[in-house]
T-cell receptor, first 115, second 116 residues
Framework: DGGITQSPKYLFRKEGQNVTLSCEQNLNHDAMYWYRQDPGQGLRLIYYSQIVNDFQKGDIAEGYSVSREKKESFPLTVTSAQKNPTAFYLC??????????????FGPGTRLTVL | AQSVTQLGSHVSVSEGALVLLRCNYSSSVPPYLFWYVQYPNQGLQLLLKYTSAATLVKGINGFEAEFKKSETSFHLTKPSAHMSDAAEYFCAVSDTPDSSASKIIFGSGTRLSIRP
């Protein structure tokens, strides 16, 4: 089955720790995205990548980092510099040449809680 | 820059009643518009999208939306609500659809509750 997987589903972090959220897709999509979702605020774009070894900051990139070493994978690291990381994180992908008009496919999300 | 505004963060309707979720957009170019649905603790799923082919767009689960340029609106409707429709719904617009480096801008979401 083709799709996007995110792991873990739930993640707990102590203050001052870095954590990495996994996102893998087998849809052969070029473009991948990371969103943060907070209640009442919709989805906000953190980072996106349209090709391997290249990525761009979204609207709220501070305190986050990403890598895109493989087409299938786009891990997100939440660093200790992110002051309020507790949120629901969603990964999505689509074809890069139709990124603005085609469907974005979403993973099931990771809920991060800072203790 | 493009943006979307969803009117009403929470809508409650009775089972069998009409569902109407409102979305207004702002765009300097002909927009591409989307409605996504999110069930609790899950990712988003596309309901339907407008890409200028037809102003009335039919989607999955009996939903449809009408693009009205004069009103800059793309409201989502369903004639008869079902309990399984309870979810959060997001309207979205494409940022600069003629560019390969574009993004999707999401609204803040509307939570739909269904009363038995």
């Amino acid at each position: 089955d083709g799709g996007i997987t995110q792991s873990p589903k739930y993640l707990f972090r102590k203050e001052g720790q870095n954590v990495t959220l996994s996102c893998e897709q087998n849809l052969n999509h070029d473009a991948m995205y990371w969103y943060r979702q907070d209640p009442g605020q919709g989805l906000r774009l953190i980072y996106y990548s349209q090709i391997v070894n290249d990525f761009q900051k979204g609207d709220i990139a501070e305190g986050y980092s990403v890598s895109r070493e493989k087409k299938e994978s786009f891990p997100l690291t939440v660093t200790s510099a992110q002051k309020n990381p507790t949120a629901f994180y969603l990964c999505a992908s689509t074809f890069a040449d139709r990124a603005s008009t085609d469907t974005q496919y979403f993973g099931p999300g990771t809920r991060l809680t800072v203790l | 820059a493009q943006s979307v505004t969803q009117l009403g963060s929470h809508v409650s309707v009775s089972e069998g009643a009409l569902v109407l979720l409102r979305c207004n957009y702002s765009s300097s170019v002909p927009p591409y518009l989307f409605w996504y649905v999110q069930y609790p603790n899950q990712g988003l799923q596309l309901l339907l999208k407008y890409t200028s082919a037809a102003t009335l767009v039919k989607g999955i689960n009996g939903f449809e939306a009408e693009f009205k340029k004069s009103e800059t609106s793309f409201h989502l409707t369903k004639p008869s609500a079902h309990m399984s429709d309870a979810a959060e719904y997001f309207c979205a617009v494409s940022d600069t659809p003629d560019s390969s480096a574009s993004k999707i801008i999401f609204g803040s979401g509307t939570r739909l509750s269904i009363r038995p």
